[in-house]
């Protein structure tokens, strides 16, 4: 019989994908890791600690991610969460100079499409 098993995930390390947060339960299938599949045209491969200041160019740019949302099981997020982000946001706010911390090994390997690893690990939440 076949292995019908996919791979499993993998962070910018080429390590298997840690968890983001399980509270608040995050990520593309809400599984508390930032998976991703073709589905997912938002990318939300990035597993950041959220701040105010990222918060409030999130929601400036047009992603309110600070006020709940109960109908889609949304807690709204508050500074110090972690949350897997969308990479292109990640990005946009790297440009403008408020990206929020990473979690390397929390961050799916998709990522390296929008950032490199260096920029990442420069931006990293933990020594690794």
């Known amino acids: 019989m076949a292995n019908t098993d996919k791979p499993a995930a993998r962070n910018v390390l080429g390590k298997p994908l840690a968890a983001c947060s399980m509270s608040p339960k995050t990520g593309w299938f809400r599984d508390g890791c ?11 491969v990035v597993c950041v600690r959220v701040t105010a200041e990222f918060l409030s160019f999130s929601k400036r740019v047009g992603n309110d991610l600070s006020t709940p949302a109960p109908d889609f099981g949304f807690p709204g997020l508050k500074p110090g969460d972690r949350w897997c982000v969308c990479a292109a946001r990640w990005v946009e706010a790297f440009e403008a100079g408020c ?8 961050t799916h390997e998709g990522m390296l499409e929008y950032a490199t690893l260096e920029t990442l690990k420069k931006h990293a939440a933990e020594v690794n």
């Open 34 to 44: 930032c998976n991703t599949d073709a589905n997912d045209r938002g990318a939300h």
């Open 99 to 106: 990206a929020p911390l990473v979690f390397l090994e929390s």
